[in-house]
């Protein structure tokens, strides 16, 4: 590998992308002493499509990076509301000693602002407005070395982290593609004007009918706490409706059988109706290849259990800058390498197991029939249904209780992600 010289590099650590995977990558990159660029290609504030939603996992990791969630604009809520097969139960979030027993919300509005200025904060050097085009390669070993940019720039570093979310240009340049069977998820949601806006819990709905056909997702009402409720669904490609649902129409059509009093109508709705796909369970690998690491929706790190990303996106971001740190401190290009390396292994030790759990629930309830049961015989059940959210939140202790033991133990003996 052949390193750019000292006069050359702009940077330690070069991070595209200051979504949450990129803002938490460079965080810890700069608390390990580096020097950090970190590239956004808008200007903040800006929007992203998103539930808005923050389980425990997630409180976790802005907690760790000391994001003050007491200032104004945070809103808690105690758990998860379950709706389905005539039946609602309120769920808080269980008690651990690993994670927060409350949740937040936030929108994406603000939401990656504040994280790229805790970034900042921490030393990281932000630079918005640069639109990341490609990679430098070195001639003879093939490794990226740097960054071209839309406007002719180029910026020079000894590694490059991808957090460009899920059309990552830079992992395709370095022929990293989608791997086709991993499952992926379209969201969409809106915001309207609603007395639901303060609910102390997030609301899901698991009866998702397209016409007679029971749908593999969920339909979500997560209060914002400003006055504005987002609502939105989710949907898993398992089933074989997915690709000829209008997702917009079926979001109308959800939300028109919603009581009136809630207000999810055209008249009150206070944004347009907007998508996002979901890469799960690593779908794109190796996260690590000449040079460059995949961190957040590059690598397919959301979980398919519940479409959850930016836990995970802050998650991936904290090991790959461990794993940088650790490389940058060996004392040839060839020891770097060799951690670099590591770093693929070290993320599928983490959640490959887990992930592959994710991947044969959402097989199994893509299946004509199985949803349905699971909504009509497992939602009576309250200690089922508290096993479940442990399971589909990815929250235990790793000595905890008889449910925690169990899924810990599933996610070991189940094959890498």
Known sequence: MTEPAASQADADVIVVGAGPAGSATAYYLAQHGLDVLLLEKTTFPREKVCGDGLTPRAVKQLMNMGVDIDAPGWTRHKGLRVVGGGHRFDLDWPELDSFPNFGLVRTRQDFDEILAANAVKGGVRLMEGVNV??????????????VTTKDGRSFRSRVVVAADGNSTRLALAMGLHKREDRPMGVAVRTYYDSPRHDDDYLEI???LWDGDTLLPGYGWVFGVGDGRANVGLGLL???????AIDYRDLLKRWTRNMPAEWQFD?????????????????NRQPHYTRGLLLVGDSGGSINPFNGEGIAY???TGEIAAEVIAKALRQDTAAQQERVLRTYSQVLKDAYGGYFTLGRLFVEAIGKPGLMSFGVRHGLPHPRLMRFALKL?????????DASDKIINVLSKVAPPA
Do not use: C, Q, Y
């Open 133 to 146: 085009s490609g990679p430098i390669l070195d001639d003879r070993s093939g490794h990226i070395v740097g």
């Open 205 to 207: 709905w698991l009866e």
């Open 237 to 243: 490609n398992t089933s074989d409706a997915f690709k």
């Open 266 to 282: 055209d008249e009150h709705m206070t944004a347009p109706i907007r998508g996002a796909a979901l890469p799960m369970a690593f």
């Open 313 to 315: 996106a802050m998650e």
């Open 392 to 400: 589909l939140g990815n929250l235990t202790d790793r000595r905890g």
